[in-house]
């Protein structure tokens, strides 16, 4: 079982220019998440997508843009890279629900560093 | 809101020896909570969870964690550890809030076991 895809692993990117991390989920969950990664302040939610079609911000928003292609895939798009966002990018998925609480599946992450 | 405090950043221990990584969180309402474990160069993989029920809880590879409700902790332990538990863990709680399963994570305690 693949989980949950993360393309590519590692990316460089000069200031200013723009890029889209992939996220694929065959375990046909409803809700996705992407997350950063920064030393000692842990995953910070960017966006959500509860569900198909929907998708909000989450608590480090600015930079960022996302789409929820369809139910497996939601990808994050950085439109014009700066420094700061140089981090480890993860992407989640969930069964959602109130009711089912399995936890998150994790990708094993995108390395992006900004120069 | 909800947040979570892991106040070790690092904690050394030797081989074979017991280990508790602490998890202190607070919430207004009752919540979910998970422990995951990151080894190097890879995602977060779920260790245990806390739904309802017993407050003693076990998860894989030999960790457990006990619910204490009126500390409003969650902390782990495994009674002998082995160089392959070097690993960064976070301890996170959930609730459903605003359709979705929000979830936040503590910074993180890494785990050096020592040979």
């Known amino acids: 079982n693949a989980g949950v895809t993360q393309t590519p692993k590692f990316q460089v990117l000069k200031t200013g220019q723009s890029m889209t991390l992939q996220c694929a989920q065959d375990?046909?969950?409803?809700?996705m998440y992407w997350y950063r990664q920064d030393p000692g302040m842990g995953l910070r939610l960017i966006y959500y997508?509860?569900?198909?079609?929907?998708?909000d911000k989450g608590e480090v928003p600015n930079g960022y843009n996302v789409s929820r292609l369809n139910k497996r895939e939601f990808s994050l798009r950085l439109e014009s890279a700066a420094p700061s966002q140089t981090s480890v990018y993860f992407c989640?998925?969930?069964?959602?629900?109130?009711?089912?609480?399995?936890?998150?599946?994790f990708g094993s992450g995108t390395r992006l560093t900004v120069v | 809101a909800q947040s979570v405090t892991q106040l070790d950043s690092q904690v050394p221990v030797f081989e074979e020896a017991p280990v508790e990584l602490r998890c202190n969180y607070s919430?207004?309402?009752?919540?979910?909570l998970f422990w995951y474990v990151q080894y190097p160069n890879q995602g977060l993989q779920l260790l245990l969870k806390?739904?309802?029920?017993?407050?003693l809880v076990k998860g894989i590879n030999g960790f457990e964690a006990e619910f204490n409700k009126s500390q409003t902790s969650f902390h782990l332990r495994k009674p002998s550890v082995h160089i392959s538990d070097t690993a960064e863990y976070f301890c996170?709680?959930?609730?459903?809030?605003?359709?979705?399963?929000?979830?936040?994570f503590g910074t993180g305690t890494k785990l050096q076991v020592i040979p």
């Open positions: 989640a998925s969930s069964r959602g629900g109130a009711e089912n609480n399995y936890g998150y599946t």
């Open positions: 375990m046909n969950h409803n809700s």
């Open positions: 997508s509860a569900s198909e079609g929907t998708t």
């Open positions: 919430s207004s309402v009752s919540v979910y």
């Open positions: 806390y739904l309802s029920g017993s407050t």
């Open positions: 996170a709680v959930s609730l459903f809030s605003g359709g979705y399963q929000k979830v936040t």
